[in-house]
């Protein structure tokens, strides 16, 4: 069936512009398109839905107010030509906040990630499903929990894992730690350093703070960053 996904737009170009490039993308299933969100509301209530693409400033209803209204909200995606709702966006935990005009790559990475979370979502509900990683340190097979790392730090030929009451020291590249990383959860700032999203206590254009401890953002690396770090914000 794949990932559903509705269009909610005043705009008929905007759907327009926003179908084609979904349409480019293998697993989307647009099953909808709106151009108020009453009517989108009354479709939520009887349907199940994946990713909402939502314009804000829409008659009788704007996307505000639909999302306010929503017991159990779809994942978010504002498209708008605003950035001045970004905040209500924020405090609604929106997955993405997209200014037009939008291009295919933004499109395409805002979809990435919210299928990522919603993977993640689904193996975090399902306790069979992977939340430990095992590292090895002086021969011994150590289990960690996801949601305990701070962040992984490369050393030479190994990888320094820093959780919340320990670190552990294990003969890896940090390159493979990343190909197994979930990456809703993780990224990558720098050629020495992955770390775990949640734990972000603050961030700047250069480094990133997690407790007391500041993490250099590596220059290749500082537009995803950013780019992702904003995306959360908003």
């Given at each position: 069936?794949?990932?559903?996904?509705?269009?909610?737009?005043?705009?008929?170009?905007?759907?327009?512009?926003?179908?084609?490039?979904?349409?480019?993308?293998?697993?989307?299933?647009?099953?909808?398109?709106?151009?108020?969100?009453?009517?989108?509301?009354?479709?939520?209530?009887?349907?199940?839905?994946?990713?909402?693409?939502?314009?804000?400033?829409?008659?009788?209803?704007?996307?505000?107010?639909?999302?306010?209204?929503?017991?159990?909200?779809?994942?978010?995606?504002?498209?708008?030509?605003?950035?001045?709702?970004?905040?209500?966006?924020?405090?609604?935990?929106?997955?993405?906040?997209?200014?037009?005009?939008?291009?295919?790559?933004?499109?395409?990475?805002?979809?990435?990630?919210?299928?990522?979370?919603?993977?993640?979502?689904?193996?975090?509900?399902?306790?069979?499903?992977?939340?430990?990683?095992?590292?090895?340190?002086?021969?011994?097979?150590?289990?960690?929990?996801?949601?305990?790392?701070?962040?992984?730090?490369?050393?030479?030929?190994?990888?320094?894992?820093?959780?919340?009451?320990?670190?552990?020291?294990?003969?890896?590249?940090?390159?493979?730690?990343?190909?197994?990383?979930?990456?809703?959860?993780?990224?990558?700032?720098?050629?020495?350093?992955?770390?775990?999203?949640?734990?972000?206590?603050?961030?700047?254009?250069?480094?990133?703070?997690?407790?007391?401890?500041?993490?250099?953002?590596?220059?290749?690396?500082?537009?995803e960053v950013i780019e992702t770090l904003e995306s959360k914000l908003y």
């Amino acid at each position: 069936m794949g990932t559903r996904v509705i269009i909610v737009d005043d705009e008929p170009l905007a759907i327009s512009v926003i179908e084609g490039y979904l349409q480019r993308i293998p697993g989307i299933n647009i099953i909808a398109t709106f151009n108020d969100g009453l009517p989108a509301f009354e479709f939520l209530q009887e349907n199940e839905v994946d990713i909402m693409f939502l314009d804000v400033e829409m008659p009788k209803l704007t996307g505000i107010e639909l999302v306010r209204s929503l017991q159990n909200p779809p994942a978010v995606i504002i498209t708008s030509a605003n950035k001045d709702y970004a905040i209500e966006g924020f405090d609604l935990n929106v997955s993405d906040y997209i200014l037009k005009p939008i291009t295919f790559e933004r499109l395409l990475r805002a979809i990435s990630k919210v299928k990522e979370s919603l993977a993640y979502k689904k193996n975090a509900e399902n306790p069979t499903e992977k939340q430990y990683i095992i590292f090895k340190e002086n021969k011994k097979n150590i289990r960690v929990r996801l949601d305990d790392i701070l962040y992984f730090e490369s050393i030479k030929d190994y990888v320094k894992v820093v959780t919340k009451d320990k670190n552990i020291v294990t003969k890896l590249s940090i390159a493979s730690i990343e190909e197994k990383l979930d990456k809703s959860m993780f990224i990558r700032v720098h050629r020495s350093f992955i770390v775990s999203l949640k734990h972000i206590d603050s961030y700047s254009s250069v480094s990133i703070g997690i407790g007391e401890v500041e993490i250099p953002i590596g220059r290749v690396f500082k537009e995803e960053v950013i780019e992702t770090l904003e995306s959360k914000l908003y």
